[in-house]
């Protein structure tokens, strides 16, 4: 596709289920990148991925939180146990060639109720 | 601790008037960017500054980079109310690559 693919667009779960967020990348972007955005607030970095090197994930707020890429292609964020504060739009951007111009999907509203 | 801070966290202003929002580090950054964002939206990217003073313009929009890398703002000539939005100024720090958010400066501009 043309931009960045999140899926699904909203999630509704009961507190301590596990739930996967997906994000489908812009065809040849070797960055990509998840953040958090709770109500109102800014964008808190949670994971990212660049080409073959180790992610760097230390924005991940607990070890509930993992994330995957295969290759420099799909992506998923699994949370967990859900809690009622993992609820947030979950975002993903990826990036390629310009310095820093990230792309972002339209993010996943999570609430765990 | 948060490494980019900015201010004022909102402003609501009259359309015509202008206005400037800051983005602060004690860090030194390789780059800043600002995006804009609306509701149900990603942030979509205004400017990239790279250079210790730089300053670019966009139409009614004028991006400055401070001379020590650490800190920008944006101003805005003659707000409309298409200006409403979330502005978030981000950047990745010297020896480490990955971009990093401020939280933002949610602007009103009222007609």
């Known amino acids: 596709g043309a931009g960045v693919s999140q899926s699904p667009s909203n999630k509704v779960t009961e507190k301590g289920k596990d739930v996967e967020l997906r994000c489908d990348p812009i065809?040849?972007?070797?960055?990509l990148y998840w953040y958090r955005q709770r109500l109102g607030q800014g964008l808190e970095f949670l994971i990212y991925f660049q080409g073959n090197s180790a992610p760097d994930k230390s924005g991940l707020p607990s070890d509930r939180f993992s994330a995957e890429r295969t290759g420099e292609s799909v992506s998923t964020l699994t949370i967990q146990r859900t809690q009622q504060e993992d609820s947030a739009v979950y975002l993903c951007?990826?990036?390629?060639?310009?310095?820093?111009?990230?792309?972002f999907g339209s993010g996943t509203q999570l609430s765990v109720l | 601790t948060q490494l980019l801070e900015q201010s004022p966290q909102f402003l609501s202003i009259q359309e015509g008037e202008n206005l400037t929002v800051y983005c602060n580090s004690s860090?030194?950054?390789?780059?800043l960017q600002w995006y804009r964002q609306e509701p149900g939206e990603g942030p979509v990217l205004l400017v990239t500054v790279v250079t210790g003073g730089e300053v670019k313009k966009l139409k009614r929009l004028t991006f400055q980079f401070g001379d020590a890398r650490k800190d920008s703002s944006l101003h805005i000539t003659a707000a409309q109310p298409g200006d409403t939005g979330l502005y978030l100024c981000a950047g990745d720090k010297v020896g480490d690559d990955k971009i990093i958010f401020g939280k933002g400066t949610r602007l009103h501009i009222l007609p």
């Open positions: 951007a990826s990036s390629g060639g310009i310095w820093g111009k990230l792309f």
């Open positions: 860090s030194v950054f390789s780059s």
């Open positions: 065809s040849g972007h070797t960055a």
